[in-house]
Each structure stands twice: as structure tokens, then as C-alpha cells.
């Protein structure tokens, strides 16, 4: 049973599109997290979200508490955009984080 | 400041020796976490401590043991290496609710 399911699992862009990447998530959380892993690479933490929606430069997170969703948005993306993102929730209760198996997205030139 | 730093980067065993795989967190942060990252799979938990002097098994924490040797750092120590805990491992550190990962340590076991 995974806690964490995120869409799409592979994702191919061409540069300057805009991609979406979702989340969907079964308990109550405390926050969300996306996280961004390079190839060959540590993981480094993009947002920490409780609610509504942050921006940093092209990437912008939302969350909806209710519908237990969250969506990543990368604007006029580049190849340097292509990593692993991971979506992660901290539980209500407990110390575990549980995390997505991750969306793996190449951007083209 | 370094942040989660992890030693080695890589490693290769041999099935049935034993390594200690290091972490040190320079944040001061009290609680600290070994995740293992296998293909298809999510970030798994291994063990985690709370604060020095503490340490709990999380989801797969079976073939491993760990030490909290101070606040700094937190180590992950496999006895009897078998080919199944062939993964990368992170070490993390937490303050509040925002996690802080190591770059990782790639392990195989053959």
C-alpha cells in the first residue's frame, strides 16, 4: 500500500513547455514536500507546503488539504530541469516521512 | 556550513563482510535518518533518532544496526552484508518539519 502515489512516473518535454507533476496522498499530513534528485545525485528539498501554493523562480507548488493533492508546475522548462522529483509527506502523527516512487522528467532541447 | 555529509560515496562488498556507512550533520539538528533508495521504490526508513542518545527502527531496519554516537553524527553499520542491500543510502537531518539529505552513499554487495 503506498501512501504516496505521484504522476506521471516518466515524463519527456520538449524545452519551454510547461509541465505538471501530481501528487496524491491517503493521510492526514502536517507538510508536503517536493524534493529534486539529479542523476547520480543527492536529493535536495524544492518546497515545504502546508497550504496553498509557493513560487520559486520557474516552479510553483500547490496543495489542496482536502482533496489530499499537490501538483508541481515547471514553467518554460530547460534541460536542466531534468531530475527525479519526489513528492513526500510528514504524517499528522508518527516520524516517518512517506515518499513517492518519484516522476522522472527529461527535458529535449 | 556543511550541512548532512556521508562517507563513503561509494562501496563494494563481498557478501558477508561488514562496513559502517558515516553521517554528520553540522546544523545541529536533534533528530537524524538513514533512508535506502531502490529503483521502482520510494525512499524506505531504516532507523532514525530522535535526539542523542536515542535510535528507532523504521520501516526496514532488518540486516542493520546504527549508532548515535553524539549529536553530530549518526552511523549505519551493516554486519553481514548480503547482495539484497545492494542500494544507495541517505543519511538526513530534521529541524521542524523541513528534511535535510546527505549526497548519498552507493552500495553494492556482490
Known amino acids: 500500500k503506498n501512501e504516496v502515489e505521484q504522476s506521471p512516473q516518466n515524463l519527456t518535454a520538449q524545452e519551454g513547455e510547461f509541465i505538471t507533476i501530481n501528487c496524491s496522498y491517503s493521510v492526514g499530513i502536517s507538510a508536503l514536500h517536493w524534493l529534486q534528485q539529479h542523476p547520480g545525485g543527492g536529493i535536495v528539498s524544492l518546497f515545504m507546503l502546508s497550504s496553498g501554493k509557493k513560487k520559486h523562480g520557474r516552479l510553483i507548488a500547490t496543495i489542496n488539504i482536502q482533496e489530499k493533492h499537490s501538483s508541481l508546475h515547471i514553467t518554460a522548462s530547460h534541460p536542466r530541469d531534468s531530475a527525479v522529483y519526489i513528492c513526500?509527506?510528514?504524517?499528522?502523527?508518527?516520524?516517518?516521512?512517506?515518499f513517492g516512487t518519484g516522476t522522472s522528467l527529461t527535458v529535449i532541447p | 556550513n556543511a550541512g548532512v555529509t556521508q562517507t563513503p560515496k561509494f562501496q563494494v562488498l563481498k557478501t558477508g563482510q561488514s562496513m559502517t556507512l558515516q553521517c554528520a550533520q553540522d546544523?545541529?539538528?536533534?533528530?537524524m535518518y538513514w533512508y535506502r533508495q531502490d529503483p521502482g521504490m520510494g525512499l524506505r526508513l531504516i532507523y532514525y533518532?530522535?535526539?542523542?542518545?536515542?535510535?528507532d527502527k523504521g520501516e526496514v531496519p532488518n540486516g542493520y544496526n546504527v549508532s548515535r554516537l553524539n549529536k553530530r553524527e549518526f552511523s549505519l553499520r551493516l554486519e553481514s552484508a548480503a547482495p539484497s542491500q545492494t542500494s544507495v543510502y541517505f543519511c538526513?537531518?530534521?529541524?521542524?518539519?523541513?528534511?535535510?539529505f546527505g549526497p548519498g552513499t552507493r552500495l553494492t554487495v556482490t
Open positions: 546544523m545541529n539538528h536533534n533528530s
Open positions: 533518532s530522535a535526539s542523542e542518545g536515542t535510535t
Open positions: 513526500a509527506v510528514r504524517p499528522i502523527t508518527g516520524n516517518q516521512f512517506y
Open positions: 538526513a537531518s530534521r529541524y521542524l518539519l523541513a528534511e535535510y
